[in-house]
Every structure is written in structure tokens, then in C-alpha cells.
């Protein structure tokens, strides 16, 4: 007779102990499915980044708010987002910078694959400062009802000229796709750059000259 072995599942709770204005996005939009990146070591450092301690996302109260407001709209169309990144504590930008200068090139193939590790620092891929950093930025794809990402054609934090928006390497498809997530996001609230199809940062941001450091925990 085999022997049943039960999974366990390991829940991290939060720590509730967020600097006043932030909140867990989660908390604001049940229906977002999180997928931080920087918490395992599927992300372009190839291992897990300073300062994340958790998967969970982080950001500003009215910027989580503004988020509701496009996560709503895309409801309506059966559709929900799926957060790969949002604020991101300064320590994990150092992490960065310290990999930038190392000669570790273990994820070009997956993430940098037509530029040397060197451009990402000159082309702003990585910079000493991060929008991220100050709460109200934050990296995101929509999925459908089954929980498929829909094609945008290129993956997150591909640092490659694909991810432009004025990119000729995808499909009609991929760019309705792109510029669909972007009107929802810029309706509620956003602006978009044109280099990162998921990256997003709330116009009006209630602190534009502060870099924070707190653990995401």
C-alpha cells in the first residue's frame, strides 16, 4: 500500500508593518495574482534580490487605488493583472548595481540577450535611483479567466528593444495588446515609458523626491 504523503503549503503572512501610505495591493484588489520576480531567482540577476523577503506587492495608498480603477475596467472584460514588481526597496537597486559591475552573465540568453551586460547601465535599464523606490511604479501584465498572460510579445524585464512600444518585432496582435494595457493604465491614472510595456508610474505620486529602503515582508 503506497504511503499518502499530504503536501504542506507554507503561508508567509504579512508583517503589517508598512511606513504610513503604503499599503498590500492585494488587500485593495483581491483579484490580482502576484508573481514577484525578485523574491525567487528567475530574474535577470539570477538570484534573489535584496530586501524581498516575500512575494507580496507594496505600493502607495492612492497609487494602489488608481490600480483598483484599472483592474475594474479590465473586470469588465474578463480580464485581471498579474504584478510582477512594484515598490522595490533602494537595497534591491544596489543589488543591482553591484551585479552591472560583476561579470556575472549566467541570464543574458533569457533576459539581455541582444545587448552586453554593460549598455543596460548606459541605455536605463538600471539606474542608481528607481521610480520604484518612491512607492507608486509598478510592473504588470493582464491575464484572462483561466490565468494565461495574454501575448504581449516579450516577456517581463526582457531588456531588449522588443519591449519598446514602437517596436517592429511583434505582431499586430502584441500591439493591440500593449497599447490595450496601456490606455486602461493611462485612463486610470498612469504614464507609461516607452521602453517597458509592463512598467507603470502614477502621475500624480505622493512622493516624487523620496527613495524608500523598507523590506518587502
Given at each position: 500500500?503506497e504511503e499518502?504523503?499530504e503536501?504542506?503549503?507554507?503561508?508567509i503572512?504579512?508583517?503589517?508593518?508598512?511606513?504610513e501610505?503604503?499599503v498590500?495591493?492585494?488587500d485593495?484588489?483581491?483579484?490580482a495574482?502576484?508573481?514577484?520576480r525578485?523574491?525567487t531567482d528567475?530574474?535577470?540577476?539570477?538570484?534573489?534580490i535584496?530586501?524581498?523577503h516575500?512575494?507580496?506587492a507594496?505600493?502607495?495608498?492612492?497609487?494602489a487605488k488608481?490600480?483598483?480603477?484599472?483592474?475594474d475596467?479590465?473586470?469588465?472584460?474578463?480580464?485581471?493583472?498579474?504584478?510582477y514588481d512594484?515598490?522595490r526597496?533602494?537595497?534591491?537597486?544596489?543589488?543591482?548595481?553591484r551585479?552591472e559591475?560583476?561579470?556575472?552573465?549566467?541570464m543574458?540568453?533569457?533576459?539581455?540577450p541582444?545587448?552586453?551586460k554593460?549598455v543596460?547601465?548606459?541605455?536605463g535599464?538600471?539606474?542608481k535611483?528607481?521610480?520604484h523606490?518612491?512607492?507608486?511604479t509598478?510592473?504588470l501584465t493582464i491575464?484572462?479567466?483561466?490565468?494565461?498572460?495574454?501575448?504581449m510579445?516579450?516577456p517581463?524585464?526582457?531588456?531588449?528593444?522588443i519591449s519598446?512600444?514602437d517596436t517592429?518585432?511583434?505582431?499586430?496582435?502584441?500591439h493591440?495588446?500593449r497599447e490595450?494595457?496601456r490606455t486602461?493604465?493611462?485612463?486610470?491614472g498612469f504614464?507609461?515609458?516607452?521602453?517597458?510595456w509592463?512598467h507603470f508610474q502614477?502621475?500624480?505620486?505622493p512622493y516624487?523626491?523620496t527613495?524608500?529602503?523598507?523590506?518587502v515582508?
Amino acid at each position: 500500500m503506497e504511503e499518502e504523503v499530504e503536501e504542506q503549503v507554507i503561508k508567509i503572512e504579512k508583517k503589517y508593518n508598512l511606513p504610513e501610505g503604503f499599503v498590500y495591493v492585494d488587500d485593495v484588489i483581491p483579484t490580482a495574482e502576484l508573481d514577484i520576480r525578485y523574491v525567487t531567482d528567475y530574474n535577470f540577476v539570477g538570484e534573489k534580490i535584496d530586501g524581498y523577503h516575500a512575494p507580496f506587492a507594496i505600493l502607495t495608498t492612492s497609487a494602489a487605488k488608481a490600480l483598483k480603477k484599472a483592474s475594474d475596467r479590465l473586470q469588465q472584460d474578463g480580464y485581471h493583472i498579474k504584478i510582477y514588481d512594484a515598490y522595490r526597496p533602494q537595497k534591491a537597486v544596489n543589488h543591482f548595481l553591484r551585479w552591472e559591475s560583476s561579470k556575472d552573465d549566467s541570464m543574458k540568453e533569457v533576459f539581455y540577450p541582444s545587448m552586453e551586460k554593460e549598455v543596460l547601465f548606459q541605455n536605463g535599464y538600471i539606474s542608481k535611483k528607481s521610480r520604484h523606490s518612491r512607492g507608486s511604479t509598478v510592473d504588470l501584465t493582464i491575464v484572462d479567466e483561466n490565468g494565461s498572460e495574454i501575448d504581449m510579445g516579450s516577456p517581463f524585464d526582457m531588456l531588449d528593444t522588443i519591449s519598446n512600444y514602437d517596436t517592429d518585432k511583434i505582431t499586430k496582435s502584441q500591439h493591440e495588446n500593449r497599447e490595450y494595457l496601456r490606455t486602461i493604465m493611462e485612463e486610470a491614472g498612469f504614464d507609461s515609458i516607452r521602453t517597458e510595456w509592463w512598467h507603470f508610474q502614477l502621475k500624480d505620486e505622493p512622493y516624487k523626491d523620496t527613495y524608500f529602503d523598507f523590506d518587502v515582508e
